[in-house]
């Protein structure tokens, strides 16, 4: 039989979830096959995702119309959607969550995106998300800005799984790491446990290098003399996302190695994983696996769209490269600064992140019309 890499990939720690969650392939028995013979070991879900699943979709119709014969209000029937397919997958992967004791098995889902800067709406959803859909092996994505992070730390503290979501930058992502420290060392000071808890940082690729890579073209479109100049832009394209990561890796063992981390992990606490997200390659000139093959190592975790699992599975060159090549990282965000390629990696990153939120706002919204005008259509004269 052939080598399915996917399998391969959980030999060196990391775990492989999928980006995509429809109730199509719950019903089909596709996510189980994914779970039981493919080494796929959790699930996450987002307003984009949702909204491609259940605005064309007949298949949400029955309960559409039961939520308008039960006088519901659109909100309500989305989340009676959207909390039924979470709760199916998190049963679903319920016995990889116990196998790994609590390691893997999850089921990700975002608090809605229209309330990204408002930290305690964020910590009431996240509640009451956790206490509604009622299921061990479900995490709750909370988007990683300044409003965000404090709500992070009071959700952990309140013993509530938690994906923090649209990180970019390595600050953010050790702002991010201090503050499930901080949400642990809460709940221990008031006597409570803390080893069923987990928790992972979602470092995102794809858009980093999407961004950095339009910038360089646009000098290069301007024209180059200087045949040194013109190759080192080209150098920067397409490897500053997984040299970003790598420095994000370091930092997460620096962290792991604090006598603060120490002092929780002696009491049962789990490692908050780095979990690399956005990982499906936008330029066809890159491998379409360079998002995996690159960043594979313990403690981690790659969340794949569909068409990234196949193509992993059928070609990732398996091998432990997150800490390879480290100093080079380093050297290649320093050029960054170089007077000639002049990209100021801050900028981008706060960018990316406006630009995440906006892009997970704009499919919520357009969800809520889409539903009320299905709502509107299936609702009795």
């Known amino acids: 039989m052939a ?19 429809t109730r199509d392939i719950i019903q089909s028995g596709e996510l189980k096959n994914l779970v039981e013979n493919q080494g796929i070991s959790g699930i996450t879900s987002n307003p984009a995702i949702f909204e491609k699943a259940i605005a064309n979709n007949a298949i949400y119709d029955a309960d559409i119309e039961a939520g308008v014969r039960a006088q519901l209000p659109t909100y309500k029937i989305y989340e009676s959607l959207v909390f039924a397919d979470i709760r199916n997958a998190a049963d679903i992967l319920r016995p990889v969550y116990e ?15 229209t309330i990204a800067h408002d930290t305690q709406a964020t910590i009431n959803e996240a509640r009451r998300y956790f206490q509604e859909i009622g299921r061990e092996n479900i995490m709750i994505k909370i988007p990683g800005t300044g409003s965000g992070l404090p709500a992070v730390e009071q959700v952990i503290a309140d013993g509530i799984n938690v994906n923090i979501t649209l990180l970019f930058s390595v600050q953010s992502y050790i702002n991010t790491a201090w503050a499930y420290i901080r949400g642990l060392e809460k709940r221990v000071a008031e006597g409570k446990d803390i080893s069923k808890i987990a928790s992972v940082a979602s470092f995102f690729l794809s858009r980093i290098d999407s961004n950095i890579d339009a910038k360089i073209d646009a000098k290069l479109q301007r024209g180059v003399d200087d045949i040194n100049l013109e190759a080192k832009l080209t150098a920067v394209k397409g490897k500053v996302a997984i040299a970003n990561a790598k420095i994000a890796y370091q930092e997460y063992k620096k962290i792991i190695e604090s006598d603060r981390w120490q002092a929780l992990a002696a009491k049962g606490a789990k490692v908050q994983r780095l979990l690399w997200a956005s990982t499906s390659t936008k330029d066809p000139h890159y491998s379409d696996v360079m998002y995996v093959d690159e960043l594979i190592g313990r403690d981690t975790v790659n969340t794949l769209p569909p068409s990234t699992i196949a193509a992993c599975a059928d070609h990732c060159d398996v091998g432990d490269r997150v800490e390879t090549k480290v100093k080079e990282a380093y050297q290649l965000i320093e050029s960054l600064k170089d007077p ?12 990316l992140l406006v630009e995440g939120i ?9 969800l809520m019309n889409s539903l009320e005008n299905k709502v509107k259509l299936l609702s009795p004269v």
């Open 3 to 21: 080598t399915n890499h996917l399998q391969e990939i959980q030999q060196y720690g990391q775990s492989i979830w999928m980006d995509n969650l």
């Open 99 to 113: 196998a790994s004791n609590g390691l893997d098995g999850y089921v990700s889902i975002e608090v809605p995106p």
């Open 340 to 351: 000639d390629i002049n990209i100021d990696i801050n900028t981008v990153m706060d960018e």
């Open 358 to 366: 906006d892009k997970f706002v704009q499919p919520f919204k357009s």
